[in-house]
């Protein structure tokens, strides 16, 4: 029986009754994990340190997710270690049956959709769509490189020539560290995790200590699929304490890692430098930061379509997505009128518990929340006006109001710097041509919106707005796999397009075999 053509998983209708009622079910079912103690898993040994690391409710800071290892650094380095030797098995492993790990956890993501979508509930503060979005997304990213391997795998076309039989062909690098981002952990953990092993390599995987307990829900269902011991290595800890000295390992092959700017580079340049017994470059896969713009031209298909546009963009999980809009620029003769109807939009978001489903829960943390609000302070102080928001919220968690500041200047702080909040800057232009500008005077480059009917402006936008990933009349958040590779230009990182036909060309190495026709 053939492997059906890929297309995305549908998102859960949750105006339906029953799909409530489930999801409902899961939200209080998974809450039996949260007493759990979990380990580390290094070569398919569970194993324990002094040192715990705990996960907690951004709504409810008080509340434990889950206890977990903070992992010594030699235990880390035990990782590499026998991640490396499982290599040598591992790689020569059949492209089909590596494949299948991907089918089988992704079949049965499927199943157990709404427990992996309520733990992001709880643990990151995703609302019921976007913990939704998340899940769909990772079996998605699990079924896509699954039928990527498969076509790697067979016969790779070459020019033929005369006397000779040439053959080329994808190997695995070796063993990867692969560091996901908290705002995305099982998409993005799942994407990068599985893209590595379905090309043949051996992973130690060191989730973000904000997001433990989703990554530890992935390793059991990897688990359960009976991937061999050894292939995917588990270490909890913090960054400083055993990330560095990961990176800079000599057994470690490539580095793939999705975070901030400063991480990234920091990463990119400890992995540059050659380590005693090191034979290979190693290869950095980052995918880094953003300050991602919508323009807003005066010639419009919908104005309301795109004021809805920038609300989504900008709040959908409080902002705290590198393609989130943090900025719209709105040409000068609809400005008031567009600043007064995205206040108005804005008005109506809640914000509050996810598991209570609205609009808004909370930022991750209370060091984000802090953050954002001196971002909102910094922009009054440069002359923005605050027309909704601009407040934390007195209650437990870490609350923060949709926040839009006006008459921002293209070169406030607010404009340039990121700052992964539910904060919208906006920027009036002359015309269409100095949105352009605009649009790019930052060091990021990952996505960006056009809303026009002005076919002319549109094709300009396509030539010069320079973003990874650009949209036309729509919002600039919601890549699907498949459909909208996704990575970015400059410091949004090495643009990996991940979730398309590029990507797991950066998990392996071509080699080319020739051999002379010899006639007897």
């Known amino acids: ?133 998340d899940t769909a997304e990772a079996i998605d990213f699990m079924e896509f490189y699954a039928r990527e391997m498969l076509r790697y795998g067979k016969e790779q076309p070459v020019t033929k ?84 000295v990961l990176v800079q390992h000599h057994l470690i092959r490539y580095i793939s890692f999705t975070g901030s700017m400063e991480v990234g580079l920091r990463i990119n340049e400890l992995a540059a430098k050659n380590q005693p017994s090191q034979i290979w470059l190693k290869r950095v896969i980052a995918e880094m930061g953003g300050k991602d713009t919508m323009i807003i031209d005066k010639e419009l298909y919908d104005f309301d379509d795109a004021v809805n546009g920038t609300i989504q963009a900008a709040f959908g999980y409080q902002g705290q997505k590198c393609s989130a809009c943090s900025r719209v620029v709105v040409d000068e003769s609809i400005y008031d009128k567009f600043c007064e109807s995205l206040a108005l939009r804005a008005s109506a978001l809640r914000v509050g518990d996810p598991w209570l489903n609205p609009n808004m829960g909370p930022v991750i943390n209370n060091g984000s929340k802090e953050k954002i609000s001196d971002y909102i302070a910094k922009a009054a102080e440069e002359g923005g006006k605050i027309i909704h928001g601009g407040n934390s919220l007195s209650r437990p968690g870490h609350f923060i109001e949709p926040t839009i500041i006006k008459d921002v200047k293209p070169d406030d702080t607010i404009s340039l710097e990121e700052i992964f909040g539910p904060v919208l800057a906006v920027i009036k232009s002359k015309n269409f041509n100095q949105s352009l500008e605009i649009a790019n005077n930052t060091m990021y480059g990952l996505t960006g919106a056009v809303y026009s009917s002005n076919k002319k402006h549109i094709e300009k936008a396509d030539k010069e707005f320079f973003v990874g990933n650009l949209y036309m009349n729509r919002k600039c958040t919601g890549a699907l796999v498949g459909v909208h590779p996704f990575g970015g230009f400059n410091m949004s990182g090495t643009d990996s397009k991940a979730g398309g036909r590029d990507y797991l060309l950066l998990f392996m190495q071509a080699k080319l075999t020739s051999k002379k026709i010899i006639k007897k």
């Open 161 to 244: 020539i005369h006397g000779e039989k040439n053959k080329l062909e994808y190997l695995p690098l070796g063993v990867g560290l692969v560091i996901p981002p908290w705002n995305f952990p099982l998409a993005i953990l799942a994407g990068m995790t599985t893209a590595s092993i379905v090309t043949g390599n051996t992973v130690v995987l060191k989730p973000s200590s904000d997001s433990p307990a989703i990554a530890q829900m992935f390793v059991e269902l990897m688990e359960e699929v009976k991937l061999p011991a050894g292939v995917l290595n588990f270490v909890t800890g913090g960054g400083s304490s055993i990330g560095d």
């Open 1 to 133: 029986m053939g492997i059906s053509k890929f297309c995305n998983e549908p998102f859960t209708d949750f105006t339906d009754k029953k799909n409530r009622k489930a999801f409902e079910k899961a939200l209080e079912d998974i809450q039996k994990r949260f007493t759990n103690e979990y380990p580390l898993v290094i070569n398919g040994e569970k194993v324990y340190s002094d040192n715990k690391l705990r996960s907690y409710n951004p709504s409810n800071p008080e509340q434990i997710i889950g206890t977990f290892q903070k992992a010594s650094v030699e235990q880390a380095l035990g990782a590499v270690e026998k991640a490396h030797a499982k290599f040598s098995e591992w790689k020569n492993v059949s492209p089909k049956k590596r494949a299948d790990f991907l089918f089988k956890a992704a079949k049965i993501m499927r199943k157990r959709k709404h427990l992996f979508s309520a733990m992001m509930t709880y643990e990151v503060g995703k609302n019921w769509a976007e913990a939704d979005g």
